[in-house]
């Protein structure tokens, strides 16, 4: 399939321009969307996206001083649901069931992170043309084919 599954890191540089994956993973996302290519994120990405995402905007929404914790939440949350709401319109959400726990459990041997390895089970199963991630390991370990957004965007050459 013409896609791309996005790793939870490539959605939080997109998100969040202090990150120093942000240039990359926008230029690609933008890209992606002004040529119509598919995005897809796995449902567990989006539980984990809007987690770090709420508690690294609380984080800055405190920073100056300015918000007491308890408001700083609040802010961030309504944050974290406005950027994850915005995921599900630019990509497809792929679905997991119990075979993905089975086979994240299985590629211990092979990769010791239950998470990508959940990411990659959900790669196996919508069958995206890469898989984007920053994490390096992921890259050398994944069974699927996998790249940095920086990679990414040069293999797809949507100029």
């Not at 649901?81 to 211990?108: F, G, N, P, R």
């Not at 089970?121 to 919508?126: D, F, G, N």
Request: aromatic share 8%; charged share 20%.
């Amino acid at each position: 399939m013409n896609a791309l599954l996005l790793d939870t890191n490539v959605l939080l540089d997109y998100h969040l321009a202090d990150r120093p994956g942000h240039a990359d993973a926008f230029a690609l996302i933008d890209a992606a969307l002004k040529n119509d290519y598919p995005l897809l994120v796995a449902s567990h990405s989006l539980k984990d996206f809007w987690y770090i995402f709420w508690q690294s905007s609380k984080l800055h929404c405190q920073a100056d001083g300015s918000a007491s914790l308890e408001q700083a939440s609040k802010i961030a949350k309504r944050m974290a649901w406005a950027c994850t709401e915005q995921i599900s319109h630019i990509a497809t959400v792929v679905a997991s069931d119990a075979s993905d726990a089975w086979l994240a459990i299985k590629m211990q041997g092979t990769h010791d992170d239950y998470e990508d390895n959940l990411l990659v089970a959900a790669a196996m199963r919508a069958k995206p043309r890469l898989l984007v991630t920053n994490d390096q390991e992921l890259i050398a370990h994944s069974p699927v084919a996998t790249a940095t957004p920086k990679d990414a965007l040069a293999f797809l050459d949507f100029a």
